[in-house]
């Protein structure tokens, strides 16, 4: 059973920086590629729905959504067992509630449902 554990969320300004992580337990996570994802406050929504962020393949590929390019990072610890997000310059439209999620797939898809694991997520809240 492949679990995923969230942290780093908290209140920064615009403009500032914070890392999120996410630990993944259970089976090696060699085997998986991760992806972020985020919805925003208030608004529970379906995984099929959430926002895809940035995922990091099996062979460390990375690859991001779009508009958060330049912005957005991630990056794998496969000794650790953690996927990090380092988000910069954050806006107050970056506020909301960031998920890991698994998938054993070589590479990450950009689609929700793709990803078997998610974990509970961690709150991110940017102040103007």
């Known amino acids: 059973q492949v679990q995923l554990v969230e942290s780093g969320g908290g209140l920064v300004q615009a403009g500032g920086s914070l890392q999120l992580s996410c630990v993944h337990s259970?089976?090696?996570?060699?085997?998986?590629?991760l992806a972020w994802f985020r919805q925003p406050p208030g608004q529970e929504r379906e995984i099929s729905e959430r926002?895809?962020?940035?995922?990091?393949?099996?062979?460390?590929?990375?690859f991001y959504a779009d508009s958060l390019k330049g912005r957005f990072s991630i990056a794998r610890d496969n000794f650790k067992s953690t996927v990090y997000l380092q988000m910069d310059d954050l806006k107050p439209e970056d506020t909301g509630v960031y998920y890991c999620?698994?998938?054993?797939?070589?590479?990450?898809?950009?689609?929700?449902?793709?990803?078997?694991?998610w974990g509970q997520g961690t709150q991110v809240t940017v102040s103007s």
């Open positions: 259970g089976r090696t996570m060699r085997a998986y590629s």
């Open positions: 999620a698994a998938t054993q797939s070589a590479g990450p898809s950009q689609t929700g449902t793709a990803f078997r694991w």
């Open positions: 926002e895809f962020v940035g995922g990091v393949g099996r062979d460390s590929s990375t």
